[in-house]
């Protein structure tokens, strides 16, 4: 064969891969509304920037009559390109080969990824649509899982990790995903779960549809699985491509920096009114939130759950920042199981990837009830705890109203390490609010008292004056500054740019032993 020759067949080989399962399979796929893994790979890389590797990997199975079944690449698309101007390292299952099901050598070829994405510092993307394990092929499958969970594991913390799942993802399949950073579902076309309908109602009696027991919708909002439900392929890798833009490429990076238009010491009128004069009534920290970031920009994730707590990212003076902060109007802003663990994953994720934290603290305490404690409030409380106790990386709080109990302590306190904490005129630092505690201190003396009632208003009165305010902290010194809420932005600012070069450790340990 001459040179032109080769290069020919070259380009045949590469039209045929391209082709994965085959044109009525793609045909197949397109008619179900879904894209093939070559599409969504190029809807999310900068135009050109893709380059494959492994394109001519096959599996070397011989079961099942597998030899007449080979196609090039494996069920699999592989390689890096880049995402506006960054480089990602990024695999999308082919559902039109065997089912997108996962072989050895598919996952010789994920694991060869992982390796390179490690080693190179730069984030791992994973476009999931699989039918699971290749039923042909048995352990060897089994042993590619776990090798890819292995490396999961290794590089997290390490290198940013996000899953988009877009298709079926069931069985010891979803580990993969789970052990990611972010896991973001298409709604209607996706769905994760261990055991499928069938086996549920086998083995638990229970009816329940593909869509009810693992869509985009329920992981959402009730498992908190998946971060974001998206409406569509596109509208997922638009979320893959935002999300990225607010964190770095590996735990020895800083996210970058963007240029700024929007005043730093820009004032808020809205924020001189937005607490209620009434303490008991709710308002949304959501504004609060919009009011200080760069241009009304902030990145929510997992909106749908656990509402009653917010998290996601913004940028101050175009420096990347994670948020957190309690939702008084959901739940009262009360800490609770899901809520503990979503502001602890997030501080977490912040932590290992140098992402300064902003904390905006409105919560009356952790929430009461057997199904709380049945469910081991004690122990996912602890974890966000552990995790703003551990984290390292600036710690800027804002005490706007009601700090609580436990809770004060949980939420970036200076007794956590939190570097620079401010409280509104409004906040209330106590032990607990003061209708409780006047209950714990006074019941027999009301009990006593001609008007009980009357008598409990007046101590109620007496405790909130007394202890319900921020000065008592500031005496002390829990807070730096109590401050005027319209400057809030500005002073956020001055106090990333003040802990900027933060330099701050923990002690010498293999790991420690967050409370799982
Ligand atoms: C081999 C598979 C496959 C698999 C699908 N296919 N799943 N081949 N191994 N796991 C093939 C089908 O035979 C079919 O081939 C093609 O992919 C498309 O599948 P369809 O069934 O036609 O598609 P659809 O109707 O959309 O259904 C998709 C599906 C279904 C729901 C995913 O295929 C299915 O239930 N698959 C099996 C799922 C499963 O039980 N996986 C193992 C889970 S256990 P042809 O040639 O007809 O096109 C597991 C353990 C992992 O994963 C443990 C790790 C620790």
Redesign the pocket.
């Known amino acids: 064969m001459n040179t032109q020759k080769q290069q020919e067949h070259l380009l045949d080989l590469q039209a045929k891969a391209r082709l994965g399962?085959g044109q009525d399979?793609i045909d197949k796929q397109h008619a179900q509304g879904r894209l093939t893994a070559r599409e969504r790979i190029d809807r999310l890389l900068d135009p050109g920037s893709f380059e494959e590797f492994d394109m001519f990997k096959t599996h070397r199975c011989r079961n099942f009559g597998m030899e007449k079944?080979v196609f090039a690449g494996d069920g699999i698309v592989t390689g890096h390109g880049t995402v506006n101007g960054r480089i990602v390292y990024i695999y999308a299952q082919d559902?039109t080969v065997?089912?997108?099901?996962?072989s050895e050598t598919m996952a010789e070829k994920i694991c060869k990824l992982q390796d390179l994405a490690m080693k190179n510092g730069a984030p791992f993307i994973g476009l999931n649509d699989?039918?699971?394990?290749?039923?042909?092929e048995g352990i060897e499958?089994?042993a590619g899982?776990?090798d890819i969970?292995l490396r999961n594991v290794m590089a997290s913390g390490v290198v940013p990790q996000i899953s988009a799942i877009l298709g079926?993802c069931?069985?010891?399949?979803v580990?993969s995903p789970a052990l990611t950073d972010f896991t973001i579902m298409e709604r209607k076309s996706s769905y994760m779960f261990l055991t499928?309908p069938k086996v549920v109602k086998a083995v638990c009696y229970e009816d329940v549809t593909v869509e009810e027991l693992g869509g985009a919708d329920m992981h959402s909002s009730q498992s908190g699985v998946s971060d974001y439900a998206a409406e569509s392929t596109e509208d997922a890798l638009a979320y893959i491509k935002r999300l990225l833009s607010f964190i770095p490429q590996n735990n020895l990076e800083t996210a970058p920096i963007v240029p700024c238009d929007d005043p730093v010491d820009r004032p808020s009128k809205v924020l001189q009114t937005i607490i209620p004069d009434n303490t008991n009534m709710a308002y949304d920290m959501k504004q609060v939130i919009l009011e200080t970031v760069d241009n009304g920009d902030f990145f929510e994730i997992k909106e749908k759950f656990a509402p009653n707590i917010i998290v996601g990212f913004a940028r101050y003076n175009g420096v990347s920042v994670g948020i957190v902060a309690n939702q008084p109007a959901h739940l009262s802003g009360v800490l609770d199981i899901d809520s503990s663990v979503k502001g602890a994953r997030f501080v977490r994720f912040c932590d290992c990837f140098n992402i300064p934290l902003v904390t905006f603290v409105d919560v009356p305490g952790f929430l009461p009830g057997t199904a709380q404690e049945y469910g081991g409030a004690i122990r996912n409380g602890a974890k966000i705890l552990y995790a703003y106790a551990e984290a390292t990386v600036p710690k800027v709080t804002v005490i706007t109203r009601k700090a609580y109990g436990g809770a004060y302590c949980v939420m970036s306190s200076k007794h956590l390490r939190g570097d620079i904490n401010y409280a509104w005129p409004s906040a209330e630092v106590a032990v607990m609010g003061s209708s409780g505690a006047v209950e714990v201190l006074y019941s027999r003396q009301a009990k006593a008292a001609s008007d009980p009632k009357a008598f409990l208003a007046e101590k109620e009165a007496e405790y909130h004056d007394a202890v319900s305010n921020p000065y008592v902290a500031a005496e002390r010194g829990y807070v730096d500054d109590i401050i005027v809420p319209a400057t809030t932005r500005a002073r956020i600012v001055r106090a990333l740019a003040l802990t900027q070069n933060k330099r701050d450790t923990n002690p010498m340990k293999k790991h420690g032993n967050i409370p799982l």
Request: charged fraction near 5%; hydrophobic fraction near 35%; proline fraction near 4%.
């Open positions: 399962g399979k079944t559902f065997l089912g997108g099901s996962l699989s039918g699971g394990a290749r039923i042909q499958s089994l899982f776990s969970f079926p069931a069985g010891g399949a580990y499928g």
